[in-house]
Nanobody, 123 residues
């Protein structure tokens, strides 16, 4: 069982940037598809971005395209989410999730989840 730990969240002004990290507990993390999801108070969990095991294929939620970038460093067992031009509507708890198998943005197909990190975008 792989353990995931998110970090890098915090308070930022609109238009600012944050980089989230998702650190995994084992080297086999390099074979996992990894996604980022978020959940705001009173709302359902939603997909944000996903990256294939080799880092070549990515897919984003429409509202974050051009602002967010997902990447990974398999040598460090870490996946990143660079968030630029942040908006108040980006405020949420952000979760890292992983699965073995095919590339997908369907959160129900992910096997492992981190504890989440809070991102707050406010003046």
């Amino acid at each position: 069982q792989v353990q995931l730990v998110e970090s890098g969240g915090g308070l930022v002004q609109p238009g600012g940037s944050l980089r989230l990290s998702c650190a995994a507990s084992e080297r086999t993390f390099s074979s996992y598809v990894v996604g980022w999801f978020r959940q705001a108070p009173g709302k359902e969990r939603e997909f944000v971005a996903v990256i294939s095991w080799n880092g070549i294929s990515t897919y984003y939620k429409d509202s974050v395209k051009g602002r967010f970038a997902i990447s990974r460093d398999n040598a460090k067992n870490t996946v990143y989410l660079q968030m630029n031009s942040l908006k108040p509507e980006d405020t949420a708890v952000y979760y890292c999730a992983a699965r073995r198998g095919a590339f997908t943005r369907d959160y129900t197909q992910y096997n492992y989840w981190g504890q989440g990190t809070q991102v707050t975008v406010s003046s």
